[in-house]
């Protein structure tokens, strides 16, 4: 790799993370969701840094051109990045569910608490509780 190349690598990969953490401090990114981009910024730095790490891993699985190795490398973080997305939208339609049952049976109590009040129970209870 020519020396040009990789240092327009390291300040590519230099901006990536500077971003990432940028929205970090902003709090418009959430930890938890950012460590496999934080994650991944890092590994981009190391390749650019040692170019080497991407011809030796190729040999070592036997792909011969290291740009193929980049898009095995590439295509994998895309898996890794669609999996991580997956857990969250799971996660977060549970949290819908349980949100969704718990207005409905909050609704329902109101629902009840004013049946009742409508029928005369409501003053009935504010009556005994003035005497007591």
């Known amino acids: 790799m020519k020396l040009i190349l990789?240092?327009?690598?390291?300040?590519?990969?230099l901006i990536f993370l500077a971003?990432?953490?940028h929205y970090l401090a902003k709090k418009k990114l959430?930890?938890?969701?950012?460590l496999v981009w934080l994650g991944a910024g890092l590994g981009m730095l190391v390749?650019?840094?040692?170019?080497q790490i991407v011809t030796a891993v190729?040999?070592?699985?036997?792909?011969?051109?290291?740009?193929?190795?980049?898009?095995?490398?590439?295509?994998?973080?895309?898996l890794l990045i669609i999996f991580t997305l997956t857990i969250i939208v799971s996660h977060m339609n549970n949290q819908i569910y349980r949100l969704t049952q718990k207005q409905a049976i909050l609704e329902k109590r109101v629902r009840e608490l004013?049946?009742?009040?409508e029928f005369g129970a409501c003053e009935d209870h504010?009556?005994?509780?003035?005497?007591g």
């Open 19 to 21: 971003i990432i953490v």
């Open 114 to 117: 004013e049946n009742s009040c």
């Open 58 to 78: 190729g040999n070592l699985v036997g792909i011969d051109t290291p740009v193929n190795t980049v898009f095995l490398f590439a295509g994998m973080f895309m």
């Open 126 to 131: 504010k009556s005994s509780e003035e005497i």
């Open 47 to 51: 390749l650019a840094i040692f170019p």
């Open 30 to 34: 959430n930890l938890r969701y950012s």
């Open 6 to 13: 990789q240092i327009f690598l390291i300040v590519c990969v």
